[in-house]
């Protein structure tokens, strides 16, 4: 596979890859981490990586659950911040053994954004990115009554009011180059979804994931912007231009310029609008967010000069959306660290 398949797909126009260090089935051992990427360098490929050390969550989530601690709030017990310090740690220094750049997602505390600190102030080229969950949830959330700390369930867990300014200032100081939210949604009241009878076992077996693409932007404009943590241009950066420009989409997307491709997002910066589930469309029953309460809220989307979201209603058409081959990063380019040599 990494010497046929992510070298084809890399020429098809999939110029970035994720990697998990995390999870069953998915947690990559430290040899693998390094062939995908030795991979990675040769093809020119940016790889992410979901840092969290899957031996020492194991071990802790069977020790939880011999002492009965099996409730949803023990999701975050589970996974503390030094699992999730000691793996950044750990495939940062496997990146630079190769010299290949790698951005480490999902970061949710200031002792991995350290690490991430420290490979940039050393030239190496690490990138960082977090998500709402880390700025404005904490693993207080977890703790609702039955199962209503479900809803909260992501990896890694949101934490505590340190972790959150410490991620802010990664965003206000450029550690973090981009802001995304781990969409990844499971409806609530569902046998399928967040209360999967086995979930009421252990919080081991709830869907690991929330909602958040549709209240990403308004989240970081409100508590960013707004407040004054961040400035606009920082808020069109960490949300849209960086992303182009490190995953090969620029300057066709990220930027406002002649041969672009008009995307488009109006905002009001006054708006007030209290986050609910009834006002939003994604797939999902409900939203960790429900009740918080923003300024600065998207009234028009334009996609490739057409207008497709019109004050919060979808006006055009559902299959007017199209495939973007993307281009090789040259935020993925060696920072020219003599690397070991080729595989035969």
């Not at 997602?105 to 420290?118: A, C, F, K």
């Not at 709402?132 to 609702?144: A, H, N, W």
């Not at 939003?280 to 029953?285: A, F, I, R």
Request: proline share 7%.
């Amino acid at each position: 596979m990494l010497g046929q398949e992510l070298p084809a797909l890399v020429g098809d126009g999939y110029t970035s890859f994720k990697v998990f260090m995390t999870y069953q089935d998915l947690a990559l051992s430290d040899i693998q981490l390094l062939e995908v990427f030795s991979t990675a360098r040769e093809t020119g490929a940016l790889v992410m990586v979901h840092a969290e050390n899957y031996d020492a969550i194991r071990f802790l989530t069977e020790r939880l659950e011999r002492a009965g601690n099996t409730a949803p709030r023990f999701h975050a017990t589970s996974r503390p911040i030094p699992v999730e310090r000691e793996a950044t740690h750990r495939a940062i220094s496997l990146a630079q053994l190769v010299d290949v750049p790698i951005m480490i997602v999902h970061v949710s505390n200031g002792e991995s954004m350290e690490q991430i600190r420290w490979a940039q102030s050393r030239g190496l080229k690490v990138f960082g990115e977090t998500c709402p969950q880390y700025l404005v949830l904490t693993e207080k959330d977890l703790d609702g009554l039955n199962m209503e700390g479900a809803k909260y369930v992501c990896s890694p867990p949101p934490r505590d009011e340190a972790s959150q300014k410490a991620c802010w200032l990664g965003l206000e100081t450029g550690v973090f180059q981009v802001y995304s939210s781990d969409h990844c949604p499971f409806r609530y009241d569902s046998p399928q979804g967040k209360l999967v009878p086995k979930g009421r076992t252990s919080f081991q077996w709830v869907p690991n994931g929330i909602p958040g693409v549709e209240t990403r932007l308004p989240i970081l404009f409100s508590e960013g912007v707004v407040k004054g943590r961040i400035t606009l241009n920082q808020f069109v950066g960490l949300t849209a231009t960086n992303h182009a420009k490190m995953y090969g989409l620029h300057p066709k997307k990220g930027t406002i310029a002649v041969g672009a491709d008009a995307d488009i997002a109006i905002w009001d910066p006054d708006r007030k609008v209290t986050i609910r589930q009834e006002i939003l469309h994604h797939g999902s029953d409900y939203t960790p967010y429900e009740g918080l309460e923003v300024t600065g809220w998207p009234v028009t989307t334009i996609v490739r000069g057409k207008t497709v979201v019109r004050d919060g209603a979808l006006v055009g058409s559902r299959s007017a959306g199209q495939h973007v081959s993307r281009e090789l990063s040259p935020y993925a380019a060696p920072a020219g660290i003599p690397a070991p040599p080729a595989r035969d």
